[in-house]
């Protein structure tokens, strides 16, 4: 994955979750984005249809 693609994504991920803070891509697994946010925390995103959630969102959905 080049720069383009790499920065495409981490803006669609920042401007659809609202996020307030950095996010660096680390690795692409099909539908699944590990990032780490500007404190150094690891999280995992998974892209269904055009949104992102977080694995404690999905997980929530699933209980419903």
Do not use: C, H
Request: hydrophobic share 30%.
């Amino acid at each position: 994955m080049d720069e383009e693609q790499e920065k495409a994504i981490l803006v669609e991920i920042r401007s659809t979750k609202n996020l307030p803070y950095s996010i660096e891509l680390i690795s692409v697994d099909g539908d699944n984005y590990t990032l780490r946010n500007n404190w150094g925390n690891i999280i995992i995103y998974t892209k269904k249809g055009d949104k992102y959630f977080l694995k404690e969102e999905l997980e929530m959905e699933e209980k419903k």
